[in-house]
């Protein structure tokens, strides 16, 4: 499994979010932001290949983002939000990195999960 995951729950309909493209990005030392990986949740919600099962974590600032607007496009729901960026610190690269979001049309939340 990557060392960054993440998971992705609906929670206006309370099914998970299927079909969310989704980048990650890791913060260089000229302090911008860039592509380490990307992918698409499955019909559970899930993203367990942004990176290689072997891939080790530097420590520093990564960022996800979320197409939450293609999202309720495709459903044809209007919504508020149209990409989510969560940008998190990691801080020792040995470990597991799950970063949830609960989303909805109107509002976010996302957590540190296991």
Do not use: C, Q
């Not at 000229?30 to 899930?46: H, L, M, N, W, Y």
Request: proline share 6%.
């Amino acid at each position: 499994m990557s060392p960054i995951t993440t998971h992705v729950l609906d929670t206006s309909v309370g099914r998970p979010a299927g079909g969310v493209h989704i980048t990650l990005e890791h913060r260089n030392a000229e302090g911008s932001f860039a592509e380490i990986g990307r992918g698409v949740t499955d019909t559970d919600g899930r993203l367990k290949t942004l990176l290689p099962d072997t891939a080790s974590l530097e420590p520093g600032l990564y960022r996800l983002t979320f197409e939450t607007g293609a999202y309720y496009a495709e459903r044809g729901v209007e919504g508020f939000y149209p990409e989510v960026l969560i940008v998190f610190e990691v801080r020792e690269g040995r470990e597991h990195h799950h970063v949830p979001l609960l989303l909805s049309p109107w509002g976010y939340s996302t957590y540190r999960g296991s």
